[in-house]
């Protein structure tokens, strides 16, 4: 229940996938960074490259 309350929350996705005599998870892949305030500032995908996240977390650390 706290797990689904969260992922609501962030607007998230999570599946149990079952895989024979076992399962997998599958979900939303997204790293959020938060500031001081503890207010969303930042999602970084996973698809987007090292240099990508990197520029953005410069940008949001000169803005911030």
Not at 30 to 39: A, F, L, P
Request: some cysteine; glycine content about 6%.
């Amino acid at each position: 229940e706290e797990t689904a309350a969260t992922a609501k929350e962030f607007g998230v996705f999570f599946e149990k996938v079952p895989l024979g005599d076992t399962y997998t998870i599958s979900h939303t892949a997204t790293s959020y960074v938060y500031d001081t305030r503890g207010v969303l500032r930042l999602g970084l995908s996973h698809r987007l490259s090292a240099q990508q996240c990197t520029e953005d977390l410069l940008t949001l650390m000169e803005v911030c």
